[in-house]
């Protein structure tokens, strides 16, 4: 169901884009002190202009203020939205629906936030509680199908989606999404006949000629599948998976120029895409360009070391270039984890033969011989156990080792022009204990809270110190003192996500962010349980 979830984003993105100005313009608030208007408008006004870490900080004076209003609940929720905190989000946006049970874009919000975040159930609720609402809003119908989809409700899906079609029936995408389900059921010939109907209501329509052209690709007609990629591109041309399925077309008709471009291509746009260059690199082995695919798969074992498809390929790469040892050491390895996987010692004997270790390649040989009559007269031989680790599907069996991934990854990241905003939301700050300011710590003695500051710089030594339990202990102190000390939740943060405890750290790392603290927003990125969105 990966592919469903770009839509998903796009759709409700949209959604909210125009739902905001409705509040935007004069007379959407009314408040008793200027200032806080004042602060509203600044705030709203830096949510327009992306600037997320400076609305959030104007917001929160206005909920200081105005602790029992929902509006500025909810367009914090939109900005930490917009920084990927979507525990934050949703955090924000249940507090806006506490004072306002009635506004439909909170449950939107919170909505998507929660399909970020891969909790569809949740997800669901919000959209039905929303439709019920706002029934002409077709992003909420929309959303709320690609929902079902995602956890198997394929009947409530198609129920949604016939309301989508009945009450829009020149939406090309609520054909799509039919289509997509009728996928979904393993009934090709509806989804073809359905997709030609969205193709019909909007040539142009680049989901649709994307979905077209996969089907046409499954039943290998590779050249009528090459067609709607190609003009999916020319309307789309960023699209990685569309050049990665293209270039696989390509490949099946011999045009391995042509694929190798796509897959040049693609990888341009999304450098670490994984399947580009697992493709790219079999391609590359193909025509017998062996250093630049062993290249491609140095890439995908520095991503993840554990496929051993990649594992193996490369140990031929490395037999062919006469890198034995290389290649011996990653024979070994996939014999490690696959102690079946006869044609591992076949290749490990022919390399140890080559380098004149003939004990060696003996012993594979006799290995492989013993399994062979094992197998033949039917009784099984002993072996070590073999590893437990995770491996993608296409692992299951290494005599698909060869075998080349259909699939697009990874959507290119967002750049952002204020050199400030990008540091966060791009992901360039570093991850690391903060202690306070001299300034911040003589604001605090002032007051007279100097045991406020003794605890917290105990928790910090006891974190330096490797005390990490400790550690927490003792900023959970501090933010029982003082719940605005950015700091502690920062560090409380930090220290639970490197016990792995991320469902801890994210809400800690979430208010510190809120509270000021804005490199919290890139570290809550880089660990929240997320999934990249693909469109079909």
Partial sequence: MNRFRRFIASVAFRAIALALPLFWGGGGFSYAQINTDRMMNIARNALAYDDYVLSISYFNIVINYKPHLYEPYFFRG?????????????????????????????????????????????????????????????????????????????????????????????????????AQISLQKKDTTAAEAIIDKALEVDKYN???LTVKANILMSHEQYSEAIDHFTEALRLNA???????????????????RDAMADYDRAIDLEPNNFVGHYNRGLLRANVGEDNLAIEDFDFILSIDPDDMMATFNRATLLENIGDYRGAIRDYTTVINEFPKFLYGYERRAVVRRKMGDIAGANRDEEHVLKEQIAHRYGYSTPTSRQSNKTRKKSQVNLDDYQKLVEEDTEEPETVYESEYRGKVQ???????????????????????????????????????????????????????????????????????????????????????????????????????????????
Wanted: net charge neutral.
């Fill in 238 to 256: 960023k699209s990685a998976g569309n050049l990665i399925n293209r270039a696989l077309c390509y490949y099946h008709i011999d045009k391995y």
């Fill in 78 to 178: 939109v900005a930490k939205f917009y920084l990927e905190d979507y525990s934050g989000a949703i955090l924000d946006c249940t507090q806006a629906i506490h004072r306002n049970p009635y506004f439909p874009n909170s449950y939107e919000l919170r909505g998507l936030a929660h399909i970020n975040l891969n909790q569809f159930p949740e997800a669901i609720e919000d959209y039905r509680t929303a439709t019920e609402m706002s029934p002409e809003n077709r992003s909420l119908w929309h959303n709320l199908a690609l929902c079902y989809a995602e956890v198997d409700s394929l009947d409530q899906a198609d129920s949604i989606t016939n309301i989508v079609i009945k009450k829009w029936p020149k939406y090309a995408n609520g054909y799509n999404i039919k």
């Fill in 426 to 536: 791009n992901r360039q700050q570093e991850a690391k204990l903060m202690q306070l300011n001299p300034n911040t710590s003589n604001i605090y003695k002032t007051a007279g809270q100097t045991d406020l500051i003794n605890t917290f710089e105990q928790a910090y030594q006891q974190a330096q110190a490797g005390n990490i339990n400790d550690a927490i202990t003792g900023f959970t102190k501090v933010i029982e003192m003082n719940n605005t000390f950015a700091e502690a939740y920062f560090n409380r943060g930090i220290l639970h996500l490197l016990l792995d405890e991320s469902a801890l750290a994210i809400p800690d790392l979430s208010k510190a962010g809120e509270l000021g603290i804005y490199q919290a927003y890139n570290i809550i990125k880089r660990n929240q349980n997320t999934k990249k969105k693909y469109l079909y």
């Fill in 206 to 208: 680049v989901n649709a």
